[in-house]
């Protein structure tokens, strides 16, 4: 066992208004099998390149060991017999480690990679998104491997997966980090609790706030208006005239004006110890999406219908009714054509030679909003992709600050976004959109936890149409009405 000590650890990008991490401290058991978790733009990548000695930073970073990091970037020089083991232990085919890579899935990649990765021994595994290619089987099968091993970080956004695998949770937050001896739905759990509570708190402390600043505003017209019947003493009147009135205007307007004063500092004090209290939540914001309605109840029908591409048949047999405000999972192994499916339902196919056969009805004048899992058609800022794509400009940047972006980042050429937030343009572009069927496949790829659970929300309270793929079991079991299985 090591203990990796981190010790007033601070870091931030070159340019960037705020540090990334600041004064942070906190011990790590290399034998934990650690959940490193939190929003887009936390820091957790970060994190895992400061433990590889990639960035210089302040503070102290003492006792970990020799890493190796997922992705790899060249497969390692493992024993064979080592790394057919490892595949062995997630079901995974042992022959693809002799298969050129280009030729492997993406579900494959993952696997051979893993295996290399734990037949290097020696050598602390950092492990970063390994779910993003693999279906729902390839994840049980890699969460029941790795919930094996002992001692690795790993950062993933599927909350089932992580659950399955994990024992300790570090989430990075908004002011810190918090380190749990527990799975990441009972740090979330518990996390729900404690805002629960802190949110009412700080209903309760901006309401005493704001009767602090509404009695400063009486004290200081009470004030205000001592001052002008002193002033009005003075004036060529009869009372004015009075030498003893005009005493006792003067020192009736000193006493209030100090009394104000006083009154002044300590309600100041007052509101900045309470606002000391209150507490730097996670914002909160939340989306809406609402689609057309297409007259046709049933806009689409499809009797065994037969996917096809360049001629090939990827899927037979296939038998699916959609009607007005489903929410449908497609589901199936890596392969069996899932994706083709949605790009043929979403016109989107003509271009990679798909094609179908079969009794299949469309309604005519249907209109589709896609999000697909390339996000390589993003091309220029946030704002000229609007415009290309139609949307209302000001609606689609409203909604991408709603989902963790900056005004800054809005003039940004979208290259220089992550792959997390690209997927969130390209699911914000969609809820700009008025669409009769909403065609999602993979969407929350490399999107956190947080944002998942609103878009999770959104959905669920819509009455859309939609027709998805995606391998997070929770976000699939809380949305999906039917489920059709290739």
């Known amino acids: 066992m090591a203990l990796i000590n981190i010790n007033d650890l601070s870091f931030g990008y070159d340019g960037s208004e705020e540090d990334v991490f600041s004064h942070l401290t906190l011990g790590i058991d290399t ?3 650690l959940a490193l978790a939190g929003r887009n733009g936390r820091g957790k990548t970060t994190f895992l390149k400061i433990l590889k000695g990639e960035l210089s930073y302040s503070g102290t970073v003492t006792g970990v060991p020799e890493t190796i990091c997922f992705p790899l970037d060249d497969l390692t020089d493992a024993e064979d017999w080592k790394i057919r083991k490892e595949l062995n232990l997630m079901d995974a085919d042992p022959d693809i480690m002799w298969r ?3 030729t492997l899935s993406g579900g494959e990649r993952t696997k051979l990679m893993l295996a290399h990765l734990f037949a290097s021994e020696g050598k602390y595994p950092l492990i970063d998104e390994p779910t993003n290619h693999l279906d729902r089987q390839g994840r049980e099968s890699v969460a029941k491997y790795l919930a094996q091993k002992d001692g690795f970080i790993m950062i993933s956004h599927d909350r089932s997966f992580l659950d399955r695998c994990t024992d300790h949770t570090l989430v990075i937050t908004k002011t810190g980090a918090e380190l749990t001896a527990s799975t990441f739905s009972v740090w979330w759990d518990n996390n729900e609790k404690l805002l629960s509570g802190q949110k009412v708190r ?3 402390l901006k309401k005493e706030i704001s009767g602090i600043e509404d009695a400063v505003k009486k004290n200081a017209r009470w004030a205000s208006k001592a001052e002008a019947n002193k002033n009005r003493s003075k004036a060529p009147s ?3 005239q009075n030498h003893w009135m005009r005493s006792y205007e003067a020192e009736k307007s000193r006493k209030l004006q100090s009394l104000a004063s006083n009154l002044q500092r300590r309600n100041e004090r007052k509101i900045e110890e309470k606002s000391s209290l209150l507490t730097n939540l996670e914002k909160e914001e939340k989306l809406k999406i609402t689609g057309s309605t297409h007259p046709n109840k049933t806009p689409i029908e499809l009797n065994d219908v037969t996917i096809k591409r360049d001629g090939l048949p990827i899927r037979s047999g296939i038998n699916l009714q959609v009607r007005q405000g489903l929410k449908i999972s497609v589901n199936g192994n890596n392969g069996c054509g899932k994706s083709t499916l949605l790009k ?9 030679g798909i094609t179908a056969e079969g009794k299949i009805y469309t309604a005519p004048g249907i209109r589709f909003s896609y999000v697909g899992q390339d996000t390589s058609s993003l091309k220029g800022t946030i704002y ?7 949307v209302d400009k000001t609606q689609l940047s409203t909604i991408l600050i709603k989902m963790g972006f900056t005004k800054q980042m809005l003039d940004r050429d979208v290259d220089g976004l992550s792959l997390g937030q690209k997927k969130i343009v390209m699911i914000a572009l969609s809820l700009c959109e008025q669409a009769d069927i909403y065609i999602w496949d993979e969407p929350l790829n490399y999107i956190d936890v947080y944002i998942r659970k609103e878009i999770e929300r959104l959905i669920g309270d819509s009455d859309i149409t939609m027709i998805f793929v995606e391998h997070d079991q929770a976000f699939t079991d809380n949305i999906a009405d ?5």
């Open 238 to 240: 009869k009372v004015a």
């Open 482 to 486: 039917e489920i059709l299985y290739l």
């Open 344 to 352: 043929y339902l979403a016109g989107k196919g003509e271009d990679e």
């Open 31 to 33: 034998t934990w099998r």
């Open 202 to 204: 700080n209903e309760q």
């Open 100 to 102: 050129p890579i280009e």
């Open 384 to 390: 000229e992709i609007a415009g290309r794509r139609g």
